[in-house]
């Protein structure tokens, strides 16, 4: 079966860095994208950051020129590097797979402290 596993989040003060890791198992094909949703107490579900098959990326305005998103395609693994995190950055954190279907993982919750 496919899982998503997310590691990585935690607790970090306004103004530091994390960085979250969704390794994917199970065989899925025809892999066209990759990425990371948001969502926060209250608010709605958003898209941060994703990539495609080719490498071309997307970010949210909100998180555009701190967030970078990266694969390693040999270890099956999509990353989230986080820098000059915000208060408002604080959400849970779900990768996603788009295949055939799209594979989403249980989420990791960031949390800064301001």
């Known amino acids: 079966q496919v899982q998503l596993v997310e590691s990585g989040g935690g607790l970090v003060q306004a103004g530091g860095s994390l960085r979250v890791s969704c390794a994917a198992s199970?065989?899925?094909?025809?892999?066209?994208?990759m990425g990371w949703c948001r969502q926060a107490p209250g608010k709605q579900r958003e898209l941060v950051a994703s990539i495609t098959s080719g490498g071309s990326t997307n970010y949210a305005d909100s998180v555009k020129g701190r967030f970078t998103i990266s694969r390693d395609n040999a270890k099956n693994t999509v990353y989230l590097q986080m820098n000059s995190l915000k208060p408002e950055d604080t959400a849970v954190y779900s990768c996603?797979?788009?295949?055939?279907?799209?594979?989403w993982g249980q989420g990791t919750q960031v949390t800064v402290s301001s």
């Open positions: 996603w797979v788009r295949g055939a279907t799209v594979y």
């Open positions: 199970g065989t899925i094909f025809s892999i066209n994208a």
